[in-house]
């Protein structure tokens, strides 16, 4: 009994702090994001996507990470997003709570993690989720928005998408890619003269966020 409580006064907290940032959630969103650490928690015990520690600091390290991007735009409804090298789901999950009317497409090589994030999915009951086991140069589609969190340098991930973007923008910035990534990108990023840094701590006081941003890099239509 005294293990339940604390374990509900953990959700709390962890809610707690994705409320403070976003505090215009839905019933069903709230029961959805308080879902996601028992259903990590579970299928992480099984198949290992996340690391141990991080399982703690799921909320903070991961889910309101991935919200960063959701600081930066607001997806309207019908949009659709790529969410490249998605790992156990990240940013992708936690987007799709928040934008329930965007379509998402979660991609990933590696199976077992693809595995998990239809898992998770299914759980949370999210119909705007697809999940596949792919690599990002063998997708035939075309989004609003690219996201990801770091999975390779930027020059790279240009490559892997670069005719993945849709012409139309509908969003206050034009389609392109939308990524998480922490440090110093001077260098990684001098080739790109359009792209744009938005820092964390300008929106989560955390310190885990001191140097994380959300760069965004519009991306031309190629026919």
């Known amino acids: 009994y005294h293990i339940k409580i604390v374990f509900l006064q953990k959700i709390n907290k962890n809610l707690e702090l994705i409320l403070k940032y976003f505090p215009d959630l839905t019933p069903l969103q709230i029961e959805q994001f308080t879902k996601l ?12 996507v996340i690391s141990r520690k ?4 799921l909320y903070s390290r991961h889910v309101l990470h ?11 409804p019908g949009a659709k ?6 790992g156990g789901g990240f940013p992708g999950i936690p987007l799709a709570i928040l ?14 993690k693809i595995k998990v994030v239809n898992e998770v999915a299914q759980g949370l009951g999210l119909k705007n ?13 075309e989004f609003d928005f690219i996201v990801s969190r770091a999975v390779t340098n930027m020059p790279d991930f240009v490559k892997w998408i670069k005719d993945k973007t849709k012409k139309n923008s509908t969003h206050e910035l034009k389609n392109g890619i939308l990524y998480l990534k922490g ?12 792209v744009q840094l938005f820092d964390l701590p300008d929106f989560f006081e955390e310190e ?16």
Do not use: C, H, M
């Open 37 to 48: 650490y028992d259903l990590y928690k579970d299928w992480n015990s099984k198949i290992n």
């Open 54 to 57: 991080d399982i703690d600091e």
């Open 66 to 76: 991935s919200l960063g991007i959701a600081k930066v735009i607001q997806f309207n």
């Open 81 to 86: 997003v790529l969410d490249v090298g998605t």
């Open 99 to 112: 934008f329930p009317e965007t379509q998402f497409y979660l991609i990933d090589i590696i199976a077992k």
């Open 129 to 141: 989720v697809r999940a596949e086991q792919k690599r990002a140069e063998l997708v035939k589609e």
């Open 183 to 194: 440090g110093d990108l001077t260098e990684e990023l001098a080739a790109y003269k359009t």
């Open 208 to 223: 885990f966020f001191e140097t994380k941003k959300v760069v965004y890099l519009p991306l031309k239509y190629k026919s």
